[in-house]
Every structure is written in C-alpha cells, then in structure tokens.
C-alpha cells in the first residue's frame, strides 16, 4: 500500500506501508543502531515519536519473547529502507510487521532514509506523519499538531510493584523504565521495589531502600517538575543513582539546566570519555535533551564524563553527598556493555553508605 512520510517543513517522502493501517503523528528522530531495532522499538523513552533507522534492512531476525524493553510500546511510528521479507533466527516468534499490526504502530519502508537522516540533521528534529495522501489537509492536521507535555505520565507505572530479591533494597522510580536496568539488578540479586514517576521523598524513605535509581524516560525533563523536590528530600539520605531522564532531573534538582539539542543522541556508538581515568567507553544513548555544561555550580556538582563527538555533559557526581548519574545507558539493550561497570560501582557506594550509617 502507497504510504507517505511527511514532514512540517514541507518535505514529502513516498514509501510502501507495512504494520498497522493507521494515520499518525509525532516527532520525526533517527536511530544510528546496526541491530536492536526490537529493544529500541520498544523503548518507551521513544514515546510520542517516529523512529528513523539509518540502518537500510530492517526486521531479518524477527521479534523474540527475551528482547522487550516494555510490555506496549508507544511509538508513535517505524520508517525503514527496506524491510526484511525473510525472518531468519531461531528465536523469532513473529515477524517486525506482525508485531507492529498486533501493537497498533505503523511503519513505511521504501524511504530514502539518507536522505530523510540528512534533513533531520539540518533542520532538527520536527513534526512528522505517516498518511495515505500527502495533501494539504494533511500538512494543515500536522502543522495543528501540538505534542504533548504528559509523555512521562503516560508510560511511566500507576501502581508500585516488587521484582523480589535477596540482596540490597532498591526503588526504582519508573519515568519510562527499560527492562534491561530490572534485568541488571536482579543480577546482583537485589531487591527491587518499582514505584510511579509521582513517588514523593517521603514515600521513598518509608520503604528504607539501601538505595535509588531514577530511570530514564521521555520528554522535556522540564515537564516533569514534580520529580526534583523528590530528588531534593531524598539525595544525602539514600545513595542515588540515575540514568538518562533521571541524570537530566538530577541536574535540575541542584541548580543546574537543561536544553533542547537539535537532534539528539539515538543509538549506541557514542564514545564517552571519563574524564578521571580517561577511559573511554561506547555507549547506548537515546536523548534529546542534554545538561547545559555552563549552568553547572561546581561547587555542587562535578562533571565525571564528556561525550567526545559534541562534549555533552554524559555523567555527574554530586560533591557532598553519594549520588551519581550518566546520560547514557549502561544496561545498553541495545548496544555495548562496556559501561555496565557503573552498576557494580552503584553497589559499592550502597554498601560503603550502610558501613558509615551503621558506624554512626
């Protein structure tokens, strides 16, 4: 079925439909990822966007039942250059375009998505949406389009609920969370206790967690304000650890800001350097929004880690009390597992914390 891609600048990109039937609309961004499309597709930190992948086959191993960062994805839509017509993996239980059908999500191959990648570059990312005519009505419903602001409350859980454990106690406050940061977890045996992005700090330290985590999640971090006065009444308390929308509002809770980047960091082959050691690792990221470096108090907070292509603020380290976060993803899913490290130094500061608290 004839299907078209269509951008608010005006930008018209024919293609072919496969998954689901339907009209839509939201934020046009590009994923650089060679393979994972499963883990991405699934990410609710892609919620309310259309995602672009600049890889040109996509599909060719399926979808399997181990490789779901959520339950019901919330993209908004799925653009290709080809899609795979021979699934060939032994773990596949259906095919991209089964899978996209039964979860209501469409998608348009045939796009030159070179192209479609070089455009989102020099304009940013846009409105976009998927329709059967590229008509001026359909440019008049996208250009009426306003996003929404509540993309945190949407995917993040409306109840708490326990991934049980034997080791340390640890919340996890879901703004959008990726199973992959569960799976990390309950490596190391801990005891994990999953509450809404609404958990005030008083909530929180009722359950006398051994420590936090702030996950990552969707959006502007400024639309969600209600978070920082959590992070305020619970960091020097509680060691804190926070990723991607969780290192963002980490920041805004001590003074710091954020900003809009032009396009964002989506996929997982930013090298980040760690600016101690100098190490450098290749990580997952999926942002678009960054921490301005120049809003930084250093007396406050010390920046650990640079992006090295652009210089993003990747990662922070709070001065007085044990909390850290990093902008990018080190439970990957996809990507590298060259950072997963910080979830064993996340452990370490658990415990180190006890030994203090328990000596007084």
């Known amino acids: 079925m004839k299907r078209y891609l269509i951008l608010e600048d005006g930008s018209v990109f024919p293609g072919i439909g496969f998954g689901a039937e339907t009209v839509t609309t939201g934020e046009i961004v590009f994923n650089t990822g060679m393979s994972g499309y499963q883990e991405t597709i699934t990410d609710q930190s892609y919620n309310g966007q259309i995602i672009t992948f600049t890889q040109p086959l996509i599909g060719n191993v399926g979808i399997n039942r181990d490789d779901y960062e959520s339950i019901d994805p919330t993209a908004k839509g799925i653009v290709v250059r080809e899609v795979a017509r021979v699934t060939g993996n032994w773990r596949s239980q259906m095919t991209l375009d089964e899978f996209l059908k039964r979860k209501h999500i469409p998608g348009i191959s045939g796009v030159d998505t070179r192209a479609l990648t070089k455009k989102i570059r020099e304009v940013g990312a846009m409105k ?140 997982f082959n930013h090298p980040v350097r760690e600016i101690a050691t100098g190490r450098i690792d290749f990580t997952s990221q999926n942002h678009g929004y960054a921490v301005d470096p120049d809003s930084i108090d250093p007396d406050t907070l010390l920046v650990t880690h640079v992006e090295i292509n652009d210089g993003t603020v990747e990662g922070l380290r709070h001065r007085l009390y044990p909390a850290f976060t990093v902008q990018f993803h080190p439970d990957a899913a996809p990507g590298p597992h060259d950072a997963d490290h910080l979830f064993d130094e996340f452990m370490e500061m658990m415990d180190a914390f006890s030994d203090r608290t328990q000596k007084g």
């Open 128 to 267: 976009a949406s998927i329709v059967d005519a590229a008509d001026e009505h359909a440019f008049d419903q996208l250009k009426a389009l306003v996003l929404p602001k509540n993309q945190v409350q949407q995917v993040s859980t409306q109840q708490a609920y326990p991934a049980p454990g034997t080791g340390r106690n640890v919340v996890v406050v879901d703004f959008g969370l990726k199973h992959s940061i569960l799976r990390e977890l309950a490596k190391r045996q801990c005891n994990v206790t999953v509450l809404p992005a609404t958990t005030t700090a008083a909530t929180i330290l009722e359950l006398a967690p051994d420590g936090v985590m702030l996950t990552n999640g969707p959006g502007d971090p400024k639309d969600v304000p209600e978070a920082l006065d959590m992070i305020r009444g619970i960091e020097g308390k509680i060691p804190l650890f926070g990723i991607c929308l969780g290192h963002q509002l980490f920041a805004l809770a001590n003074g710091a800001d954020t900003f809009k980047m032009k396009y964002g960091h989506r996929g």
